[in-house]
């Protein structure tokens, strides 16, 4: 891609020009209005000064670092050649499409001198198999210890027969907006490339999971720089690179990275239990606008500035059974303050299942608090980094919640419930069946479902049990059943190579 603007030299000349102009300025200036003790006082010019701040030398961190960031190279099962990963503009470098195995590259980083490696989900999701390069070119296989798709992070281990260099994570809290930062990674296949920047923003929310609490960076990052670590100065590593704003598929210095403490939490679990176990609560919320808290006669003390509204519960669920209903406004878990979904999504996260939450709760109007006892989220393996249904289930659908502008822009009727289809994999089994983007699930088999996390786990016990899963979708205003063939996927796995 070539990015338009001053290039370094016509920049230098540009700064040239506009001191020549400056002088000439000047000098025009005196000469027309004679001698300095003739003249009213001018304004004095603003003289240049030594920078109070240099700007930093990296070289030796990246000396310190470099051993410990490794590139991921997967080889693809053939369906998800051409598949980009559970985020928006991840940053995995997209494969290509050559005869035999197909290959993807992405990058990670050593956190423990046993071999153990952060990633992204979305650079090893996919993959038949899995194998890193050190920094000193050695390659060794990895094996694949977890994923966990709603953050999209993933951890592999390596046998290396030595102790490896490696680097801790740091605290991301303590990151600040304007501090420096040091990404590095595998862009383009390129290994151990660095770049530099700023940090932009901190909890950028940019609509990948429902835990979205990115770092906002400027450092150029790229496709394959996926997994790849992002450390301040003092060689303390906050994040891992993950995605990218970008109309072109480059970096146009709006890159997003997990913050390292999301990842320690993650990581954690993934090491010992290879998955991750959240808490449940088991409704569907949507912000409280301004508008909103009018029309629902929210009291004034909560005018609309925070809280998340009920817009479903789920049968049968933890919430169902403390009373919560479609209306309220949940404003605290456990004293801690709900200002958003986000923010209900991860308090009830980090309850452990088994025990209770103290929910404070606007209903009819009126505070109360209730107590719920939390439930364990389906499996992650059930669902990507949006929510929807995994395509290891051979079905080929990414699934969405049903947003109110997804709502409006479908015409869906206000009672409907169910899993929005985000995406479906060209040639897939779905695809074959029919299925579209926009189509609504609303039932698997027999039974209904009422939110993307509910669809994608009744799919795939559907899809363990037998050869096919009937899905009820609601298109154009009707309801009908379609039979999804999960042996074209069989057939078509075979004849691949």
Not at 22 to 32: K, M, S
Not at 341 to 362: F, S
Not at 450 to 459: G, L, R, T
């Amino acid at each position: 891609m070539r990015i338009s603007g001053l290039t370094p030299r016509t920049l230098r000349g540009a700064l040239l020009a506009g001191l020549l102009g400056t002088t000439t300025l000047a000098g025009f200036a005196a000469g027309n209005f004679g001698h300095a003790a003739d003249a009213p006082a001018a304004a004095q010019p603003i003289q240049p000064a030594a920078p109070a701040q240099l700007l930093p030398d990296f070289t030796a961190l990246v000396t310190r670092i470099r051993p410990a960031v490794v590139s991921v190279t997967t080889e693809l099962k053939p369906q998800a050649a051409s598949d980009e990963g559970g985020v928006p503009n991840p940053l995995g470098a997209a494969p290509q499409q050559p005869q035999g195995p197909v290959e993807a590259r992405g990058s990670g980083f050593i956190i423990d001198a046993s071999g153990l490696i952060v990633t992204n989900n979305h650079v090893v999701k996919d993959a038949k198999s899995v194998s890193v390069t050190l920094d000193d070119g050695t390659e060794l296989p990895a094996r694949v210890i977890g994923r966990d798709p709603r953050t999209d992070l993933a951890v592999l281990r390596v046998d290396a027969g030595r102790k490896l260099a490696y680097v801790p994570l740091g605290n991301s809290d303590e990151v600040k907006v304007g501090e420096w930062v040091v990404a590095m990674g595998n862009p383009f296949g390129l290994g151990g490339t660095v770049t530099a920047g700023i940090v932009s923003a901190r909890q950028r929310d940019i609509g990948a999971g429902p835990y979205d609490s990115f770092l906002q960076i400027d450092a150029p990052i790229n496709r394959g720089n996926s997994g790849g670590p992002l450390f301040t100065q003092d060689g303390r590593v906050v994040g891992v690179n993950t995605a990218i704003l970008s109309p072109s598929g480059g970096s146009i210095g709006i890159g997003f990275a997990i913050p390292s403490n999301t990842v320690k939490a993650v990581v954690q679990q993934l090491e010992t239990a290879g998955h991750v176990v959240r808490g449940y609560l088991g409704v569907q919320a949507q912000p409280v606008t301004a508008t909103m808290a009018a029309a629902l006669d929210l009291p004034k003390s909560n005018p609309g500035a925070g809280g998340a509204l009920i817009a479903g519960v789920e049968p049968d669920s933890p919430a169902a059974r403390a009373g919560l209903r479609a209306g309220d406004v949940i404003t605290a878990i456990n004293g801690q303050t709900v200002g958003n979904p986000r923010d209900l999504a991860v308090d009830v996260a980090g309850v452990k299942p088994g025990e209770q939450a103290k929910i404070d709760v606007l209903q009819d109007g009126q505070a109360k608090s209730v107590t719920a006892t939390v439930a364990s989220l389906p499996s992650d393996e059930g669902v990507d980094a949006g929510g929807g249904a995994d395509q290891h289930h051979g079905v080929g659908l990414a699934l969405a919640p049903i947003s109110p502008e997804m709502r409006s822009q479908l015409d869906l009727p206000e009672h409907l419930r169910g899993a929005a289809v985000a995406e479906v994999t060209p040639g897939s089994p779905a695809d074959q069946a029919g299925i579209q983007q926009g189509d609504v699930i609303v039932g698997v088999g027999a039974e209904p479902v009422n939110s993307a996390e509910q669809a994608a786990h009744a799919i795939k016990l559907a899809a363990q049990k037998g050869k096919a899963v009937a899905l009820r979708i609601f298109r154009d205003g009707h309801s009908a059943f379609v039979a999804i063939d999960l042996t074209k996927k069989a057939a078509a796995e075979s004849n691949a190579g």
